[in-house]
């Protein structure tokens, strides 16, 4: 099976009509489409199924002979709304692709290996990025974990419940990380540097630090009609003032990026001054530091320009990710079964830059001809997927036949 046969199969699962694309929350009912979608091809496979208590879902294969931790592939199936059709899904697809190739070689593998689906990659339900893997790992903590909301104002904790998990099991699981000997995610390229370099396949070097903010900001409900200009504390005035001030700031800092994707005025009518507005802060730098800085003064610029229409406003933090520089043990492994590949660093947040914290981690990239990502013009030609998918099996081969005896990683292979 190809990996365009295998998208193919679930592209109706989340369609969005009106926004394009697909929208696909975590934990949800789509959700829950995909992932069984996901068990019946590993199911098919003979790959024993588990889901744990965080809601990933672990495909496991234990060849004879085969002991220690797995090496383990995988990637997610939420997208953010009106998402392209790559973006997570393509590492599932691969992975069982890969899979296919790599059953061939069952009786040199000296590991087990595994494909992990998580869910909540994209955040884009609960706020929070890579919910499931920051579950896993302890990133964050569960008591946080279960008091976040969704839009419809329901807690992760329902939600979790409904969703079949249980919502005093949810959190960090070091008996699950530690069956995991090393995470290879592959995933589409959310830029355009392979278009670039002309060439299909990359092994990623880092990830770009990365963190959400929501502000609030409170002003007076009013009358469009009756309340004079000078009269009016508008909140979505002072957030549009807001808005253009952070553009501002990461224009002027050097290698960053902000970016304002979300905006929910209160209550929301065209006659109506709101009363209150929501919006969303996406911020990244490389360094953390720098990170830190701009930070602080946006919560001044915020604050100021909150008080100069007579509003009020808050700024909480919702994720917060290091950059990651990807271990460098571990990459050189992929160097030598994928010498030609070029490495690409991303600006874009994966759950395999949250289990770096914990696990030994690598990334692989395949081309996007149109370098355009988190909208439905994101793209993968089918050759591509497939040069993804047989180089994904290269690097998963290779890692599952390091002698059990020898480690998977260190600084002696850099
Ligand atoms: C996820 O794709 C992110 O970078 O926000
Ligand atoms: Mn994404
Ligand atoms: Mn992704």
Redesign the pocket.
């Known amino acids: 099976m190809t990996v365009a046969t295998m998208l193919s199969e679930i592209e109706t699962i989340g369609a969005d009509r009106s926004r394009g694309g697909h929208s696909r929350p975590g934990y949800s009912r789509v959700d829950r489409e995909l992932r069984e979608w996901f068990v019946a091809h590993a199911q098919r496979r003979g790959l024993d199924v588990q889901r744990d208590r965080n809601g990933i879902v672990w495909a496991w294969w234990r060849p004879a002979g085969a002991t220690g931790p797995a090496i383990v592939t995988g990637s997610h199936l939420d997208s ?1 709304p009106g998402g392209g059709a790559y ?1 997570g899904p393509l590492g599932v697809a691969s992975a069982l692709v890969a899979f296919d190739e790599l059953r061939a070689e069952e009786s040199a593998l000296e590991r087990p290996v595994a494909i992990g689906v998580f869910p909540e ?3 884009s339900r609960f706020g929070v ?1 890579c919910l499931g893997s920051r579950l896993l790992s302890g990133a964050i903590a569960r008591d946080r974990a279960l008091a976040l909301r969704d839009g419809e104002g329901d807690s992760f904790a329902d939600v979790a419940r409904r969703d079949g998990l249980d919502p005093e099991l949810v959190g960090r699981d070091d008996a699950q990380l530690s069956q995991i000997g090393a995470f290879v995610e592959l995933h589409v390229e ?1 830029g355009r540097g392979l278009v670039d370099l002309d060439r299909p396949v990359a092994i990623a070097s880092s990830i770009l630090g ?1 963190g959400r903010w929501r502000v609030v900001v409170q002003g007076q409900g009013n009358h469009a009609g009756t309340t004079l200009m000078g009269d009016r504390r508008d909140p979505l005035v002072a957030a549009a003032a807001m808005i253009l001030a952070i553009r501002d700031l990461a224009r002027a800092t050097p290698d960053a990026r902000a970016t304002v994707g979300r905006i929910e005025p209160t209550p929301g009518g065209t006659n109506v001054i709101a009363s209150a507005v929501s919006f969303w802060i ?1 911020l990244r730098h490389p360094d953390d530091l720098v990170t830190a800085e701009l930070v602080a003064r946006t919560r001044d610029l915020v604050a100021s320009l909150a008080a100069a229409e007579g509003c009020r406003a808050t700024m909480h933090e919702e994720s917060l990710s290091p950059t990651v520089d990807f271990d460098g043990g571990l990459r050189a492994r992929l160097r030598s079964a994928l010498p030609t590949a070029p490495e690409l660093g991303t ?4 759950d395999a830059g949250v289990l770096a914290a914990r696990i030994p981690t690598a990334m692989l990239f395949v081309r996007n001809p149109t370098g355009v ?2 909208s439905p013009d994101e793209l993968v030609e089918d050759a591509d997927a497939e040069a993804g998918a047989a180089a994904l099996a290269r690097v998963w081969g290779a890692l599952a036949r390091v002698p059990r005896s020898a480690p998977i990683t260190g600084a002696d292979l850099e």
């Open positions: 953010v973006d990659e994209e955040g990025a959310q990365h996406d600006g874009a947040g994966h990502s988190h």
